[in-house]
């Protein structure tokens, strides 16, 4: 079974720039989940899709903005970058059965850390 | 609005002692999800538990426990004999229903460090 995987590793921009980041969910995972973990703090929810659609978000503008493909994997896309959005970014898939709530655990990828100068 | 403290920020223990990290919840639904997550230093997180809140039962996996008392509102996890691969960031986190998907609303972690 292949875990959840993000590319790239590591990541600089400058200021104004834009980013895509990429995740592959589990194996037979079919919603992935967007978080942006600031140093020295708890991982903030930004966004979450199911079957292609976004299912909920977070607190965050719209220069940030996702894709979730047929095979359930993902893009975050962040435009406009700001020195703030320097962080880890997490991707995490968990199963659903239908649109409505099924909380499952959520498993994390390795995250992209991303530097904007 | 959901919340999570952890008000532990660091931790330090000697190897072998047991160690307790403590979380607090607020949220106003009668049916949420708690979990805890493990952060080494890869940066990965790595699931370790859910409950949901119709279960109050304390649970026990090898050296982990986790004590869920909805009076309090505080789901505590317990370390016992700590060992320095344990050594990482613990965070809780709380989810709930809802019909548009689940999100995870994190505490700010608490740094467990154990020392040889």
Do not use: M
């Amino acid at each position: 079974e292949t875990g959840v995987t993000q590319s790239p590793t590591h990541l600089i921009k400058t200021r104004g720039q834009q980013v895509t980041l990429r995740c592959s969910s589990q194996s037979g995972h079919n919603t992935v989940s967007w978080y942006q973990q600031a140093l020295g703090q708890g991982p903030q929810f930004i966004f979450q899709y199911y079957r292609e659609e976004e299912n909920g978000r977070g607190n965050f503008p719209p220069r940030f903005s996702g894709l979730q493909f047929p095979n359930y994997s993902s893009e975050l896309n962040v435009n406009a970058l700001e020195l703030d959005d320097s962080a880890l970014y997490l991707c995490a898939s968990s199963g659903r059965s239908s649109a409505r709530r099924v909380i499952n655990e959520q498993f994390f990828g390795p995250g992209t850390r991303l530097t904007v100068l | 609005a959901q919340k999570v403290t952890q008000a532990q920020t660091e931790i330090s223990v000697v190897e072998k002692e047991d160690v307790t990290l403590d979380c607090v919840y607020e949220t106003r639904d009668t049916t949420y999800y708690l979990f805890w997550y493990k952060q080494p230093p890869s940066g990965e997180l790595v699931f370790l538990i859910r409950r949901n809140s119709f279960d109050e039962q304390n649970e026990i996996s090898g050296r982990y426990s986790w004590n869920f008392q909805k009076s309090t509102s505080s789901f505590n996890f317990t370390i016992t004999a700590s060992q320095v691969v344990d050594s990482a960031v613990y965070f809780c986190a709380l989810s709930f229903s809802e019909t548009s998907g689940s999100r995870l609303t994190f505490g700010e972690g608490t740094q467990l460090t154990v020392n040889p």
